[in-house]
């Protein structure tokens, strides 16, 4: 059976796992059973096998480095969707030794600088303070670093060229302008969760029904070529 | 013909490519005249067309970077010879030229990072806690991984592959360097400048005899397989 590849961050993560997200784990709790995510309806309609890689927070460094542990598995008719997540996260050391993405959680660094309250865990980290976090993602606020993606894209691209179908996309359209991936229009009017749950789950990842519309977007452009 | 493609920093760059000021003091010494170095005396032994993409200084970011760039002019039984520059540099962007430069440690004295020219003000106690939180090992792994999409290109495209590094660090036994590679090279006779100048001039970058020593040494390891 060919499989279905998905590589991204928590806008592309499964639901069926066990150690969930709050944000994510109340969703389930709020609609009583464990919600789809696009990678899951697309699967079961172009009946892919799914191997869903993504993982939430995940910076594009770690995200690369994701698909170059498996892409010498990847076979010929699969499928491979990749979704890129924001070229300002990046990623250090923590103090277990092992890499941790900085996440900035504002867009507008300019007018609300990047705080303390926004570091996924400001003490999990040595010597760094927060001055630095905020110096190097105002550094990394520049196009260069897209350009960065840019040759992941390629790279990816050329070792599966004669392989397979690869989709890029990234969820953060709007930092991402200058990445080689298909813009999907339809994102931004996606139902988030904060819009079903009518405010009761403040998070603004995509809701079941979301998540719903946007596999159909990529079913309509896996099919129609 | 087939082509012999280098990637790397000022151990693998030509003299005189970039217009580093030291190297106009170097030229000057020996009358106007760069020696010949290691890639381009390995090219005219191979019979290779030297494609030199090494710039001096560069972080190995850079390095991936450009083999990305310049992957799809490489053809079946070129050869790729990556000499890896020390793990621990990074790079940031200036935004004054809009292009990336290389933190080095040592690198950056005081009165140069408060030149905006450079870093755009960013502060020495950043590029201090990033250099220290790039010392840990881990760091290493992120270069394998590079290595093990690079070596699967290899494959597909079928060019030949090598490795070799100063940083002892990241020195690994597919490599062709020793794990005290340059230390091995100064007890075959390579000099550096400062030698080589008796003290005149003092850059610890290989000259003449040093370019010398290396040639040798990676012709004999190229032949040998």
């Given at each position: 059976?060919?499989?279905?590849?998905?590589?991204?961050?928590?806008?592309?993560?499964?639901?069926?796992?066990?150690?969930?997200?709050?944000?994510?784990?109340?969703?389930k709790n709020w609609k009583g059973y464990t919600p789809l995510v696009w990678g899951d309806f697309l699967s079961l309609k172009i009946q892919h096998k799914l191997n869903n890689c993504a993982i939430g927070g995940i910076d594009n460094y770690t995200l690369f480095e994701s698909i170059i542990d498996v892409i010498d598995t990847i076979n010929e008719n699969d499928i491979v969707i990749v979704g890129w997540s924001s070229a300002l996260r990046f990623r250090l050391i923590d103090k277990n030794g092992g890499f941790t993405t900085i996440r900035p959680n504002d867009h507008n660094l300019d007018n609300k600088p990047f705080t303390r309250a926004s570091l996924t865990n400001p003490i999990q980290f040595n010597d760094i303070s927060i001055n630095t976090i905020n110096e190097l993602v105002i550094n990394r606020d520049n196009i260069l670093f897209q350009y960065e993606v840019n040759r992941?894209?390629?790279?990816?691209?050329?070792?599966?060229?004669?392989?397979?179908?690869?989709?890029?996309?990234?969820?953060?359209?709007?930092?991402?302008?200058?990445?080689?991936?298909?813009?999907?229009?339809?994102?931004?009017?996606?139902?988030?969760?904060?819009?079903?749950?009518?405010?009761y789950i403040k998070d603004n990842h995509y809701s079941e029904n979301g998540h719903r519309v946007l596999s159909e977007y990529f079913y309509d452009l896996i099919t129609k070529n | 013909m087939n082509k012999l493609w280098i990637f790397g920093d000022n151990a693998s760059a030509i003299f005189g490519k970039t217009k580093e000021r030291r190297f106009k003091y170097y030229k000057e010494y020996r009358n106007g005249i760069f020696p010949k170095t290691w890639s381009e005396l390995l090219s005219k032994e191979l019979g290779y067309?030297?494609?030199?993409?090494?710039?001096?200084?560069?972080?190995?970011?850079?390095?991936?970077?450009?083999?990305?760039?310049?992957?799809?002019?490489?053809?079946?039984?070129?050869?790729?010879?990556?000499?890896?520059?020390?793990?621990?540099?990074?790079?940031?962007?200036?935004?004054?030229?809009?292009?990336?430069?290389?933190?080095?440690?040592?690198?950056?004295?005081?009165?140069?990072i408060d030149n905006p020219s450079l870093l755009n003000g960013v502060n020495i106690d950043v590029i201090n806690s990033i250099l220290n939180n790039r010392s840990n090992s881990e760091w290493i792994n992120e270069v394998y991984n590079w290595e093990s999409v690079m070596n699967l290109l290899s494959k597909l495209i079928r060019f030949k592959v090598v490795y070799w590094t100063f940083?002892?660090?990241?020195?690994?036994?597919?490599?062709?360097?020793?794990?005290?590679?340059?230390?091995?090279?100064?007890?075959?006779?390579?000099?550096?400048?400062?030698?080589?100048?008796?003290?005149?001039?003092?850059?610890?970058?290989?000259?003449?005899?040093?370019?010398?020593?290396?040639?040798?040494?990676?012709?004999?390891?190229?032949?040998?397989?």
């Amino acid at each position: 059976m060919n499989k279905l590849w998905v590589f991204g961050d928590s806008f592309s993560a499964t639901n069926k796992k066990n150690n969930l997200e709050n944000w994510r784990a109340q969703y389930k709790n709020w609609k009583g059973y464990t919600p789809l995510v696009w990678g899951d309806f697309l699967s079961l309609k172009i009946q892919h096998k799914l191997n869903n890689c993504a993982i939430g927070g995940i910076d594009n460094y770690t995200l690369f480095e994701s698909i170059i542990d498996v892409i010498d598995t990847i076979n010929e008719n699969d499928i491979v969707i990749v979704g890129w997540s924001s070229a300002l996260r990046f990623r250090l050391i923590d103090k277990n030794g092992g890499f941790t993405t900085i996440r900035p959680n504002d867009h507008n660094l300019d007018n609300k600088p990047f705080t303390r309250a926004s570091l996924t865990n400001p003490i999990q980290f040595n010597d760094i303070s927060i001055n630095t976090i905020n110096e190097l993602v105002i550094n990394r606020d520049n196009i260069l670093f897209q350009y960065e993606v840019n040759r992941f894209i390629k790279i990816i691209n050329l070792c599966l060229i004669n392989k397979c179908r690869v989709i890029h996309w990234s969820p953060f359209i709007i930092q991402n302008k200058s990445m080689d991936i298909i813009k999907i229009d339809c994102l931004e009017y996606l139902e988030k969760i904060v819009d079903e749950t009518n405010g009761y789950i403040k998070d603004n990842h995509y809701s079941e029904n979301g998540h719903r519309v946007l596999s159909e977007y990529f079913y309509d452009l896996i099919t129609k070529n | 013909m087939n082509k012999l493609w280098i990637f790397g920093d000022n151990a693998s760059a030509i003299f005189g490519k970039t217009k580093e000021r030291r190297f106009k003091y170097y030229k000057e010494y020996r009358n106007g005249i760069f020696p010949k170095t290691w890639s381009e005396l390995l090219s005219k032994e191979l019979g290779y067309d030297l494609r030199n993409m090494a710039v001096s200084g560069q972080s190995n970011y850079d390095i991936f970077d450009m083999f990305c760039k310049c992957i799809d002019q490489i053809q079946k039984d070129d050869i790729v010879i990556i000499g890896w520059g020390y793990v621990q540099r990074f790079r940031l962007v200036d935004k004054s030229t809009n292009s990336f430069v290389t933190i080095r440690q040592n690198q950056l004295k005081p009165e140069r990072i408060d030149n905006p020219s450079l870093l755009n003000g960013v502060n020495i106690d950043v590029i201090n806690s990033i250099l220290n939180n790039r010392s840990n090992s881990e760091w290493i792994n992120e270069v394998y991984n590079w290595e093990s999409v690079m070596n699967l290109l290899s494959k597909l495209i079928r060019f030949k592959v090598v490795y070799w590094t100063f940083d002892s660090t990241l020195n690994k036994p597919h490599y062709i360097s020793t794990n005290d590679f340059r230390i091995d090279l100064i007890k075959q006779g390579a000099e550096d400048i400062t030698l080589e100048t008796n003290g005149k001039l003092i850059d610890d970058n290989f000259g003449e005899r040093g370019h010398l020593i290396q040639f040798n040494y990676f012709l004999n390891h190229i032949h040998n397989g």
